[in-house]
């Protein structure tokens, strides 16, 4: 249905009111005379016929009054003889509206949506919506049973046996099941219904899928194996005493049972039982050709692909060290959970590099650290670097050297390129496992945070529960005070989205959601504080908006207050003004979760900065 345009201004409203001298508050339920002359005012001062919603947010009396009085809104129309004919559609009846629903039916099969009204009834949906209040009593009304979605996005409450959406349903069939295998998007109203998710971050590029289940239902046991067999490269790259921290941090409760299935998967061999045995540290800061090399080869990537280095596994862009000749017995040492620490400022670990492979080569070598001028060698290394070691993710740190000398059980000696051995790492390998496990401790113990702990190079779904379990306190006003500033930007981004995407149900400002066929849907993750201006990635910072409205948010359509009101500009005369415009007033549609809805003050700092 084509919308025949309106043009109001809010002067008009203020004559209205004055003129008739009547309000919305009644002391007293208005006379059936009364209601018809409000009503036949009230279309004088509309263009088309006076709808529900426009009663309701600027008319005289609750529309509530007109169908307690005359049955319906079409049936007041008519005793105030106004044709309720919308421009093109004729009057229709209770009944005969009702009969065309269920034509509309017969032809889909499934409820009929707002699309198939309009696509093949007979009347439009908006007159359904009007007529009955609410689409899903009109559907009720007709014999239809709504499906569960068009309750969630209607003002009618879901009946019991409707809630619980396909999600839940597939868990209860098929037990702990990948993210990647339900139906659908998870929302809170799945969570209402018990269903929690398992994911521990793999320290791997490739992320790991969530594994839901049903709280109560689904024993931790069946939901960690699950994971790993989802997920065996989560076991590839974590050394056992990180993953049974992982799991603890998940749950306190499963520490026992995730402790006793990881020493199960080691004893099989699924998880590499050895922690690391070596470290090398390489001041980088003393000496000139190391630090030409660690530039060239560390701190910028290397593709392994392009290089054809024989004899390795790895592909794609990896940070690749080398040794000298007379430092072979110091690469041979060196073994997969083992790892490098460099030096780039005096005093200061700066970053780790984890050994994936080593390999013998003497081709690649001049390629990587010689530098040539005119055809001539003019600087890099001066003598053979056959001995590589080809990384995992570089970390970057900023630890002091005697931080970590006091975890060792040696001093280091100053040598611009030393390793500790197993016997100097004996206790701090009994400590944390692994380097990697030390720094998920140190960050998590908070050295050097401030507020919100997050481990060592989280994957997003790790900064997803961060976010989702963020308390009022804090959250930082801004991005910049915020440890989370200093995670990925692409990580932070995708957490941020996703979670927006949990924990609304649809657009915040209309309710809808639309899902594509291949999985997609059409919602957007809005910042309130815009990024602009330093708003962090924090849920209660954002909104779930369709694009059309996140347009029109971002273009200052709309503006929200603290209470969560939805104000429109008034612009009359511009496009798209009466598709805003009847939001006015309305409540925004928020996450049921309290402590996840937006905080006043990323709105108080949004109206602050746009009235300035
Ligand atoms: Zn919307």
């Known amino acids: ?91 229709a009846t209770r009944e005969e509206l009702l009969t065309a629903l269920r034509d509309v039916d017969e032809r889909t099969d499934r409820p009929p949506r707002r699309t198939d009204v309009d696509e093949h009834g007979e009347y439009p949906y908006i007159l359904y919506d009007e007529e009955f209040e609410s689409f899903v009593h009109a559907l009720e009304d007709a014999g239809i049973d709504p499906d569960e979605k068009q309750y969630r996005f209607s003002s009618v409450d879901t009946p019991p046996e409707k809630q619980g959406s396909a999600n839940v349903q597939k868990l209860r069939e098929e037990g702990p ?68 921290m992982a799991i603890h941090k998940h749950r306190p409760s499963w520490k026992d049972i995730g402790t006793e299935i990881v020493d199960e998967l080691v004893a099989e061999g699924a998880i590499p039982e050895a922690s690391f045995e070596n470290l090398v540290v390489v001041r980088v800061d ?49 073994s997969e959970r083992d790892g490098i620490l460099f030096e780039t400022r005096p005093g200061t670990v700066t970053h780790y590099l984890p050994v994936r492979e080593t390999v013998r080569d003497t081709d690649v070598m001049t390629d990587l650290w010689v530098e040539y001028e005119d055809g001539i060698r003019s600087g890099g290394i001066d003598q053979p670097w056959p001995y590589l070691v080809v990384g995992g993710e570089l970390h970057e740190l900023d630890i002091p050297e005697r931080e970590l000398v006091d975890e060792f059980d040696v001093e280091l000696s100053g040598e611009p390129i030393q390793r500790l051995d197993e016997t100097a790492l004996e206790s701090f390998s009994n400590r944390y496992g692994g380097f990697e496990s030390y720094l998920r401790d140190r960050d998590r113990s908070g050295a050097g945070s401030s507020d919100i702990a997050l481990g060592d190079d989280p994957t997003s779904q790790d900064v997803l529960e961060t976010l989702l379990g963020l308390s009022i306190d804090e959250l930082p006003l801004f991005a910049e005070d915020s440890r989370l500033e200093a995670v990925d930007r692409d990580v932070r981004e995708t957490a941020f989205r996703n979670g927006i995407y949990e924990i609304y149900e649809g657009c915040a400002i209309c309710g809808n ?21 330093g708003g962090p990635d924090v849920l209660q910072n954002g909104l779930a908006l369709c694009s059309r409205h996140h347009w029109a948010f971002d273009q200052g359509w709309f503006e929200i207050g603290e209470n969560y009101e939805i104000r429109v500009r008034e612009y009359p005369s511009l496009a798209g003004y009466d598709e805003f415009h009847h939001f006015d007033g309305e409540s925004l549609r928020l996450p ?6 937006p905080h006043p003050k990323y709105i108080r700092e949004r109206n602050r900065e746009q009235d300035d």
């Open 177 to 244: 099941t990948p993210a990647s295998a339900l139906p659908q998007g998870r929302s809170m109203k799945d969570r209402e219904h018990g269903m929690w998710k398992f994911t521990i971050g793999s320290g791997a590029t490739k992320q790991p899928d969530s594994i839901y289940y049903l709280n109560g239902e689904h024993a931790p046991e069946l939901v960690i194996r699950r994971f790993f067999r989802q997920n065996p490269h989560v076991l590839e790259y974590r050394d056992p005493h990180g993953i049974k």
């Open 592 to 597: 049921k979760q309290e402590s996840l809805r």
């Open 1 to 91: 249905m084509k919308s025949k345009r309106r043009k109001r201004d809010v002067s008009r409203r203020r004559t209205y009111y004055r003129r008739f001298k009547i309000g919305h508050k009644m002391d007293t339920t208005p006379s059936r005379d009364e209601l018809l002359t409000g009503l036949r005012a009230y279309d004088e001062e509309v263009d088309g016929v006076p709808t529900v919603r426009g009663m309701r947010n600027e008319g005289p009396y609750s529309p509530h009054y007109y169908k307690a009085e005359f049955g319906s809104w079409h049936d007041a129309l008519r005793a105030a003889d106004i044709q309720p004919t919308h421009g093109v559609e004729p009057d």
């Open 513 to 533: 959601l639309f899902e594509s066929p291949n999985g997609e849907h059409n919602l957007e993750a809005a910042h309130i504080l815009p990024k602009a201006s």
């Open 286 to 334: 003393a000496d000139e050709t190391l630090r030409y090399c660690f530039e060239r080869s560390v701190a910028s990537l290397v593709n392994v692909d392009e290089m054809k280095i024989d004899g390795i596994d790895l592909t794609g862009e990896r940070p690749i060290w080398g040794f000298a000749t007379d430092h072979e017995a110091m690469w041979q040492a060196l």
